[in-house]
């Protein structure tokens, strides 16, 4: 099934999308918001977890050289880190969405269902 999305001018409304009702706009913009945002977690938990593999790979091959180990340590770290700060940001957004009333603020399922996998 392919979804067209029409653009259309309405001299009333304006340039861009007519939404059918004052609800739907909201709508495409939580659920856009929701799937731009859940896939921005999923890449930089995917990023972050590559990098810390990586400087864990880097630790053990550095042959005791201190400058390698120095480097490897940062770059554990800094992997650690990150993916600590996508986990905190993803849970703050999640209880800010749900204090703001918007109910799937990062709604992967949406997201699954559109790349039609």
């Known amino acids: ?3 067209l999305l029409a653009i259309a001018y309405d001299p009333y ?18 659920n856009t918001v929701s799937v731009v ?14 990098q810390t593999v990586f400087a864990g790979y880097a630790f053990m091959s550095s042959k005791g050289d201190e400058k390698k180990l120095e ?6 770290t800094n992997g650690i880190l990150g993916i600590a700060i ?10 800010l969405g749900k204090i703001l009333g918007l109910e799937n603020i990062f709604n ?10």
């Open 71 to 76: 480097e490897a340590r940062h770059k554990i």
């Open 86 to 95: 996508v986990i905190f940001a993803v849970g703050l957004g999640s209880l």
């Open 108 to 117: 992967l399922d949406t997201l699954l269902n559109d790349l039609h996998l």
């Open 13 to 30: 409304v304006g340039p861009g999308i007519v939404p059918k009702d004052g609800t739907q706009a909201t709508t495409n913009l939580e």
């Open 1 to 3: 099934m392919t979804r």
């Open 37 to 50: 945002l859940g896939m921005l977690s999923v890449v930089a938990l995917i990023y972050f977890t590559i």
